[in-house]
Each structure stands twice: as structure tokens, then as C-alpha cells.
């Protein structure tokens, strides 16, 4: 996986995990990809779409692993929708370059 790791790849952020991030301390990378998404606005919420590494989207998840939920603690459907959808995207990526 580690040769996947800097391979730049856009992809769309649920809304969800972009406002619980927006409050968090990142990474100097990570920062330069929150900031330079394209904000894209949906009938429900919005979505951003980050161009980074493999990496920096992989952090972005792990920042989030309360959104997964189970071992008791608590998250809302909405929190647990978001994390499968980033985390299934960035498998997608990470399976399929060209995308």
C-alpha cells in the first residue's frame, strides 16, 4: 500500500466530515488540500472535492473514526452514512488508479 500512498487522486468529502475537520489541528499537507476542495453544493448538504494524496485522505478518515461508531460510542446515522462513503471511495481509489 505504501507505493499508493503519494499517489494524488480527487475525491468527493461528505459535508459531514468536512465540518468536523474544519475545527480539528491538521497536518501542513493536510491543510493545503482541506483548503484548496472545491466546494460542491447537493440537494442535501455538499460535498468537497479534494485533490491530495492517498495519504492525506486516509489521515482525513482516520480523524474521523468516531463517525464509525460500534465499541459504544455513540454517532448518528448520518456520521456512520459519511465514514462508509469517504472510507469506500478511498478504497475505490486505492484499487483503481484511474479513477
Known amino acids: 500500500m505504501e507505493e499508493r500512498d503519494d499517489m494524488v ?3 468527493d468529502m461528505p459535508g459531514t466530515i468536512a465540518e468536523f ?4 489541528d491538521m497536518e501542513d499537507d493536510e ?3 482541506y483548503d484548496g476542495a472545491r ?4 440537494s442535501r448538504g455538499y460535498t468537497l472535492r479534494v485533490t491530495a494524496t ?7 478518515l482516520s480523524r ?3 463517525f464509525e461508531g460500534g465499541d459504544g460510542i455513540e ?17 475505490h481509489a486505492e484499487h483503481d488508479p484511474s479513477k
Open 75 to 91: 454517532s448518528s446515522s448520518t456520521e456512520r452514512s459519511a465514514y462508509r462513503a469517504y472510507a469506500q471511495r478511498i478504497a
Open 21 to 24: 475537520l474544519q475545527d480539528l
Open 54 to 60: 492517498l495519504a492525506v485522505h486516509r489521515a482525513f
Open 9 to 11: 487522486v480527487t475525491l
Open 39 to 42: 466546494f460542491i453544493n447537493r
Open 31 to 33: 491543510i493545503e488540500a
Open 64 to 66: 474521523c473514526w468516531t
